[in-house]
């Protein structure tokens, strides 16, 4: 086996997984995390004392709601969180972790009946955010000005790229898989047709700019132009694979999509009138 390919006083070129998830503590992340986290346990806990409890609750909501903050910690917590110059690859993937895995998972993890006043200041507030138009519009914001050429170099000069970006990526993508999701029903009148219709609205951006990094003949950002990349990829092999990850990424969303928009369509035509009775 060869020697992992270094560049002096540097970066390890050729890292393992083993060497990409070595931890690498961000505190910015990590108290956040670990407060939601534990108030999650804790009303967990909490749940498991009533039957009610239990039923709204089940066990396979906070199995997923877990793996979702694993998840964020490993993508945050680890060296790949500090490799943002050298590998655009590794870079959108954490990104699209952020984005299409770790959201949905986080939303499935919410109990079932949250009981919200629908006249109180947190249902006014949650109904502005998982508007679909509020969440489509925060959500195109944070992928067309952060990937266009000027908006993505501005945030690697700046350093913001590193921590802020992750972040709009998460917070963003909870108010779309909120939306599309519907944890909060009392707060969410949204219909099966129109958040079917919004998924495919919020895939369009995503799907875009993945496009344009698959075929566009030059390395877009000014960074990685000249920059040496993760294993032995060239800027534009960099560029274009962050194209397939962005793009492979959002199918199971627009996937869903498609699957909520056919139901509304039977219900529509009378579908479920015109099973015949098991």
Do not use: H
């Not at 990094?213 to 000249?226: D, E, F, G, K």
């Amino acid at each position: 086996m060869s020697a992992p390919v270094t560049v002096p006083g540097s970066i390890n070129l050729d890292p393992t997984l083993t060497d990409l998830l070595i931890p690498a503590p961000d505190l910015v992340f990590l108290i956040p995390t670990l407060l939601v986290a534990g108030y999650y346990v804790w009303r967990f806990i909490v749940s498991r004392r009533s039957a009610e409890g239990r039923a709204r609750w089940p066990v396979w909501r906070a199995v997923l709601f877990a793996l979702g903050m694993v998840l964020l910690l490993m993508t945050t917590q680890s060296r790949a969180a500090t490799l943002t110059g050298s590998s655009m690859a590794l870079y959108m993937g954490r990104l699209m972790l952020l984005a299409e895995i770790v959201p949905p998972l986080l939303v499935l993890g919410i109990p079932r009946g949250v009981k919200i006043n629908p006249r109180g200041a947190a249902a006014r507030v949650l109904g502005v955010l998982l508007d679909p138009w509020v969440a489509l519009a925060v959500w195109a914001a944070v992928i067309i000005f952060w990937n266009v050429p000027a908006g993505f170099n501005a945030s690697v000069v700046t350093n913001t790229a590193a921590a802020l970006l992750p972040a709009l990526y998460l917070l963003s993508s909870l108010l779309v898989w909120s939306v599309i999701l519907r944890p909060l029903p009392n707060v969410q009148p949204a219909g099966m047709g129109s958040r079917g219709g919004f998924g495919l609205l919020a895939a369009l951006p995503m799907m875009a700019v993945a496009s344009v990094w698959l075929y566009a003949p030059n390395v877009l950002y000014t960074p990685y132009v000249n920059a040496l990349c993760l294993w032995n990829l060239s800027p534009l092999q960099n560029q274009q694979l962050s194209g397939w990850i962005m793009m492979l990424a959002g199918i199971p969303a627009l996937a869903l999509a498609f699957i909520q928009l056919f139901q509304w369509l039977v219900e529509l035509t009378g579908g479920d009138e015109a099973m015949p009775p098991t």
